[in-house]
């Protein structure tokens, strides 16, 4: 899961995505994974737990990734109006790589 590169705090995806909600383009973001990944790694987020700035390169890009596509998977995750993601992102994405292990562990056994 994302840790805080500055204090290694676990960090909760939703609210780096709130974060980055502020931007104006959010919702077109939403359209193009490049251009998500590429806008996140650019992105100045701020550690809750630290106060310290660091950029969205030094997160995870499998999770990145995952996360986006659970944005677009997932119609109504974003309150546009209040600007807060409506899901719970990291339970979301430790419950697809639980899927992935077991999915993993049931095709070894197979063979």
């Known amino acids: 899961m994302a840790k805080c590169p500055v204090c290694g705090a676990p960090l909760d995806w939703r609210d780096i995505i709130d974060q980055m909600l502020t931007l104006d383009n959010?919702?077109?973001?939403?359209?193009?994974?490049?251009?998500?990944?590429?806008?996140?790694?650019?992105?100045?987020?701020?550690?809750?737990?630290?106060?310290?700035?660091?950029?969205g390169k030094f997160l995870p890009?499998?999770?990145?990734?995952?996360?986006?596509?659970?944005l677009n998977d997932f119609k109504g995750s974003i309150d546009w109006e209040n600007k807060k993601v409506r899901i719970r992102l990291n339970q979301l994405l430790a419950l697809d790589k639980m899927l992935e292990e077991w999915d993993k562990r049931v095709k070894e056994r197979k063979l």
């Open 26 to 55: 959010f919702s077109e973001l939403l359209k193009s994974k490049d251009d998500f990944i590429k806008a996140l790694e650019d992105f100045t987020f701020k550690c809750p737990h630290c106060g310290e700035e660091f950029y």
């Open 61 to 70: 890009k499998d999770e990145a990734e995952k996360v986006f596509d659970l």
